[in-house]
């Protein structure tokens, strides 16, 4: 018999906060980011929460900013990021949860539209092993400034986590998939289980129409 798997999106579930917010404060007290920088940041996480914002866009205008950076270097920071800044705001249902698929055999995977060095920390604090992410261009070991299509957002996030299913033997219409997001919807309706949790006011309209459980961490 096939394991099944279990999905969680990042922001907003297993971690609390949006982990954009927390990565600009983070930039902010190392002096590396502006208080213009920070309002900016602000404003797509608002456009994103009501689902109006145009991510390639901004997933551009985001990642200009690492043109050239050394990406172990970076590695590094993002590790001391979450050690600092976003360990503190991992949730307690989040890690049951976690605990309660792999105990039952079930792969674990975090499905996120954030970056691989976000989400990373976070999969080794839980013990998730699987990690989908929007990848970000590398070359010579260092950023281009550039993410790799598709984003994982939208229906690219169901294709990479149905990607990933095909790696790993595992099959989306058997699946759970815990988010917070209206934005994930194509992958909410691939599942056998869709969990909205910290619902955002779309995705809490949808959930309950289509009786889907709906869940506070």
């Known amino acids: 018999m096939a394991r099944r798997a279990a999905l969680f999106d990042l922001d907003r579930t297993l971690v609390r906060r949006e982990t954009a917010g927390l990565f600009i404060r983070y930039q902010r007290d190392r002096g590396e980011a502006t208080f213009r920088d920070a309002l900016r940041v602000a404003w797509w996480v608002l456009q994103y929460t009501l689902g109006v914002i145009d991510a390639p866009r901004v997933?551009?205008?985001?990642?200009?900013?690492?043109?050239?950076?050394?990406?172990?270097?970076?590695?590094?920071?993002?590790?001391?990021?979450?050690?600092r800044y976003v360990r503190q705001h991992l949730a307690e249902g989040g890690r049951r949860a976690v605990d309660r698929h792999r105990r039952n055999g079930e792969f674990v995977v975090i499905v996120t539209g954030a970056s691989p060095y976000a989400a990373w920390p976070v999969a080794r604090e839980l013990g998730i092993e699987h990690v989908v992410?929007?990848?970000?261009?590398?070359?010579?070991?260092?950023?281009?400034?550039?993410?790799?299509?598709?984003?994982?957002?939208?229906?690219?996030?169901?294709?990479?986590?149905?990607?990933?299913?095909?790696?790993?033997?595992?099959?989306?219409?058997?699946?759970?998939?815990?988010?917070?997001?209206?934005t994930d919807l194509p992958l909410f309706e691939r599942v056998a289980r869709p969990v909205a949790i910290n619902p955002d006011l779309r995705l809490r309209w949808i959930a309950r129409r289509r009786g889907w459980p709906i869940e506070r961490w």
């Open 59 to 83: 997933a551009e205008r985001a990642l200009a900013s690492l043109a050239g950076r050394d990406e172990g270097e970076f590695m590094r920071s993002c590790e001391d990021w979450f050690r």
């Open 133 to 182: 992410a929007t990848e970000l261009e590398v070359v010579d070991g260092r950023f281009t400034g550039k993410p790799r299509y598709p984003l994982c957002y939208g229906h690219g996030k169901l294709l990479r986590a149905s990607q990933m299913g095909d790696r790993l033997g595992f099959a989306l219409a058997e699946a759970s998939f815990y988010s917070d997001s209206a």
